[in-house]
């Protein structure tokens, strides 16, 4: 069975600029959550998503967004990017359960950098 | 790319040696806990995981401990191999796949 994929994997963007990251998770896994990991703040939640609905969501600025489609697949975007933004955002997709609380399967991450 | 901060607390063994990671989580309602190790350039990859109704569970090589009493959980890897290096996180279940992470271990064993 695949495992998560991100794309791109590696990034680039200027500052004030928009992106959009893609996630596709394990075949029959409904769950996607972001994640962004940066040396200062650790692995800091974003948002989770599960048939299309976002669930949970952490504490980022409105700036971050995300969607999921019929097929299960993420995206997460940023607008009006900061060089604080340059981290490695993380896609993780779970099993379907109730409520939560199931092993999350991380994918290779997306390195963006914001100059 | 890199995944781990600058000052994370570092621990160095010996290839052969025990090794024993702490971790302290904040919500005493948390009732599912998570290892991961995270390898250079690699997304956090699952080791082990408990949930609150036990206090120990073990795996190959691997055993997770839980203290609800001082909200405490440790890893500890038996017969700790090269490939065991890597950035070892704990993370707690605080609902709807919402994974609250500890700052990190960096483990290193020296051959």
């Known amino acids: 069975k695949a495992g998560v994929t991100q794309t791109p994997r590696y990034l680039i963007k200027t500052r004030g600029q928009q992106v959009t990251l893609s996630c596709s998770p394990i075949s029959g896994h409904r769950s996607v959550s972001w994640y962004q990991q940066t040396p200062g703040q650790g692995l800091q939640f974003l948002f989770e998503y599960f048939s299309e609905t976002q669930r949970n969501k952490g504490n980022f600025p409105g700036r971050f967004s995300g969607r999921q489609f019929s097929n299960s697949r993420s995206e997460m975007n940023v607008s009006t990017l900061e060089l604080g933004d340059s981290a490695l955002y993380l896609c993780?997709?779970?099993?379907?359960?109730?409520?939560?609380?199931?092993?999350?399967?991380f994918g290779p991450g997306t390195r963006l950098t914001v100059l | 790319g890199e995944s781990v901060g600058l000052h994370l607390p570092t621990l160095s063994v010996q290839e052969g040696d025990n090794s024993i990671i702490n971790c302290a989580y904040s919500?005493?309602?948390?009732?599912?806990f998570i290892w991961y190790k995270q390898e250079s350039g690699k997304g956090p990859q699952f080791i082990i995981d408990?949930?609150?109704?036990?206090d120990k569970r073990q795996g190959q090589r691997v055993t997770v401990l839980l203290n609800k009493t001082v909200k405490h959980l440790s890893l500890q890897i038996a017969a700790t191999q090269p490939g065991d290096s890597a950035v070892y996180f704990c993370?707690?279940?605080?609902?709807?796949?919402?994974?609250?992470f500890g700052t990190g271990t960096r483990l290193l064993v020296s051959p």
């Open positions: 408990i949930r609150s109704n036990m």
């Open positions: 993780a997709s779970s099993p379907p359960g109730a409520g939560g609380d199931n092993e999350q399967f």
């Open positions: 919500n005493s309602a948390s009732d599912y």
């Open positions: 993370a707690e279940d605080t609902g709807f796949q919402k994974l609250v």
